[in-house]
């Protein structure tokens, strides 16, 4: 695909940008000296590459770190705050437990119908008045702080999950000996040790398992004075299990919330960067555009003052807007009688130029075809811009007069004559030129020529 006197790929913003709307010759009155001066001082240095790619990349990575640090910490703080919730309710269990115990002892011992579930305490063989009768004949036994512990740990375990153990290194009935846990958390006790707690296996199951030390209280001796305890004596203690399955499923339900919060952050965040970055870029190719104009500007009003024939100062001005720009083909035509030849180009084929040299109409007979008002008729969209015949409301044509296409093809496959305002001859398109950009050349308020 080609390109035809200014852009291969343009728009009216970059058009507006760039100041090519519409040229005005300098009056050479003016002071051009003065005008390169004040164009040098805005700045005419290009800024150094900046990898912005590179530096997007960069910012990306960052907040992809920062954002799964701040998840894993709080997943990680999501899994304490479960063992911290267990390790509670552990302490809860077994506060709950002392309390109870504690206020059997008070009463020393609470009476209970005997039955299967519930028997005479053989450990309580030696108390005088175990069991007894009432007056209406119901069979009452003596249950002490062990035996109703006991028994509200089979009923906790039964209808909770949570269990209980009443231990000791030397426990007076059997089934209270102590496990391998139990044992060596029981052994720290007689180190100073007030409080284990660690998550274990039972029966293949995941358990929060806390222990405290019993120490021997006036009501204890009931009991256990015959093994030798005396006040203030760790005889044992109880460890209390708590099931870690129901806490670790709520702390799944909060893992997967908080998971795809995060995620949404991330994402909001990535969006963010996004849009930042397309901003800056935008702006920054302005600024580089900007300065690469003034820079344009700059050799142009040099070349403008320097001494030599004009027609060597249009060649070369032709010239350096061609590769400055990259634009395949430049060309600039002035008015000359009637009409405006190419008076300079570039890029362009001769026979292009030769054919396309001239604007006027002419009849069958060679003779210039006028206007209503006497004036030669300009065909073509050149003819458009330089006699003003442009409408703003069509896409092609801008609020200064100027014209811009990046398809020929399209805009005759989609337009008729009347919208393109008179005849086109077309050659543009037939040459392969399919980005086309025609920028009227002022002095004054007059049209002089174009680009």
Same mark, same amino acid.
């Given at each position: 695909?080609?390109?035809?006197?200014?852009?291969?790929?343009?728009?009216?913003?970059?058009?507006?940008?760039?100041?090519?709307?519409?040229?005005?010759?300098?009056?050479?009155?003016?002071?051009?000296?003065?005008?390169?001066?004040?164009?040098?001082?805005?700045?005419?240095?290009?800024?150094?590459?900046?990898?912005?790619?590179?530096?997007?990349?960069?910012?990306?990575?960052?907040?992809?770190?920062?954002?799964?640090?701040?998840?894993?910490?709080?997943?990680?703080?999501?899994?304490?705050?479960?063992?911290?919730?267990?390790?509670?309710?552990?302490?809860?269990?077994?506060?709950?437990?002392?309390?109870?115990?504690?206020?059997?002892?008070?009463?020393?011992?609470?009476?209970?119908?005997?039955?299967?579930?519930?028997?005479?305490?053989?450990?309580?063989?030696?108390?005088?008045?175990?069991?007894?009768?009432?007056?209406?004949?119901?069979?009452?036994?003596?249950?002490?702080?062990?035996?109703?512990?006991?028994?509200?740990?089979?009923?906790?375990?039964?209808?909770?999950?949570?269990?209980?153990?009443?231990?000791?290194?030397?426990?007076?009935?059997?089934?209270?000996?102590?496990?391998?846990?139990?044992?060596?958390?029981?052994?720290?006790?007689?180190?100073?040790?007030?409080?284990?707690?660690?998550?274990?296996?039972?029966?293949?199951?995941?358990?929060?398992?806390?222990?405290?030390?019993? %120490?021997? #209280? /006036?009501?204890? &001796?009931?009991?256990?004075?015959?093994? $030798?305890?005396?006040?203030? +004596?760790?005889? =044992?203690?109880?460890?209390?299990?708590?099931?870690?399955?129901?806490?670790?499923?709520?702390?799944?339900?909060?893992?997967?919330?908080?998971?795809?919060?995060?995620?949404?952050?991330?994402?909001?965040?990535?969006?963010?960067?996004?849009?930042?970055?397309?901003?800056?870029?935008?702006?920054?190719?302005?600024?580089?555009?900007?300065?690469?104009?003034?820079?344009?500007?700059?050799?142009?009003?040099?070349?403008?003052?320097?001494?030599?024939?004009?027609?060597?100062?249009?060649?070369?001005?032709?010239?350096?807007?061609?590769?400055?720009?990259?634009?395949?083909?430049?060309?600039?035509?002035?008015?000359?009688?009637?009409?405006?030849?190419?008076?300079?180009?570039?890029?362009?084929?001769?026979?292009? %130029?030769? #054919? /396309?040299?001239? &604007?006027?109409?002419?009849?069958?007979? $060679?003779?210039?075809?006028? +206007?209503?008002? =006497?004036?030669?008729?300009?065909?073509?969209?050149?003819?458009?811009?330089?006699?003003?015949?442009?409408?703003?409301?069509?896409?092609?044509?801008?609020?200064?007069?100027?014209?811009?296409?990046?398809?020929?093809?399209?805009?005759?496959?989609?337009?008729?004559?009347?919208?393109?305002?008179?005849?086109?001859?077309?050659?543009?398109?037939?040459?392969?030129?399919?980005?086309?950009?025609?920028?009227?050349?002022?002095?004054?308020?007059?049209?002089?020529?174009?680009?």
């Amino acid at each position: 695909m080609k390109g035809n006197y200014l852009s291969n790929h343009i728009t009216p913003e970059e058009e507006m940008a760039s100041g090519i709307d519409a040229i005005h010759y300098p009056d050479p009155k003016e002071n051009v000296e003065a005008m390169k001066k004040t164009i040098s001082e805005s700045g005419n240095s290009e800024p150094r590459p900046i990898g912005l790619r590179g530096y997007l990349v960069g910012l990306l990575v960052v907040w992809t770190v920062f954002v799964g640090t701040v998840l894993l910490w709080s997943l990680l703080h999501q899994g304490y705050e479960t063992l911290k919730t267990a390790r509670h309710q552990a302490r809860a269990a077994f506060e709950k437990d002392l309390v109870y115990r504690r206020w059997v002892a008070s009463h020393g011992g609470v009476y209970v119908p005997a039955s299967e579930q519930t028997p005479p305490n053989p450990y309580l063989s030696h108390v005088e008045e175990r069991d007894i009768t009432t007056p209406s004949g119901r069979h009452l036994t003596l249950m002490n702080p062990a035996y109703m512990t006991r028994q509200v740990h089979e009923l906790g375990a039964e209808q909770y999950g949570l269990r209980g153990h009443i231990t000791s290194l030397n426990p007076i009935r059997p089934e209270n000996a102590a496990d391998l846990w139990e044992k060596e958390t029981l052994e720290s006790f007689g180190q100073g040790v007030t409080e284990v707690s660690s998550v274990e296996q039972t029966d293949g199951q995941s358990y929060m398992r806390l222990m405290r030390p019993l %120490v021997t #209280e /006036e009501g204890c &001796l009931k009991c256990h004075a015959g093994q $030798g305890y005396k006040l203030g +004596d760790i005889r =044992g203690g109880i460890s209390v299990s708590v099931p870690m399955e129901p806490l670790r499923a709520i702390g799944r339900n909060h893992t997967v919330a908080l998971t795809l919060g995060y995620v949404l952050l991330w994402l909001l965040g990535l969006s963010g960067i996004g849009i930042g970055a397309y901003h800056f870029a935008r702006r920054f190719r302005e600024h580089k555009q900007m300065v690469k104009q003034q820079k344009l500007t700059n050799q142009v009003l040099e070349m403008l003052n320097q001494p030599g024939e004009k027609d060597h100062t249009i060649r070369d001005i032709l010239l350096l807007i061609k590769e400055y720009a990259g634009f395949e083909a430049v060309g600039i035509r002035l008015r000359e009688g009637r009409d405006f030849p190419y008076y300079e180009t570039k890029g362009f084929p001769e026979d292009f %130029v030769e #054919e /396309e040299r001239y &604007l006027c109409a002419l009849d069958q007979a $060679g003779e210039l075809i006028r +206007d209503s008002q =006497g004036n030669p008729c300009l065909e073509c969209m050149c003819g458009n811009i330089i006699s003003g015949r442009t409408d703003p409301s069509l896409p092609f044509f801008t609020e200064g007069g100027s014209f811009w296409i990046n398809s020929t093809t399209e805009l005759l496959a989609s337009t008729s004559e009347q919208d393109r305002q008179a005849r086109t001859r077309n050659r543009c398109n037939s040459a392969g030129y399919e980005s086309v950009a025609l920028i009227p050349l002022r002095s004054g308020s007059e049209i002089i020529g174009l680009r």
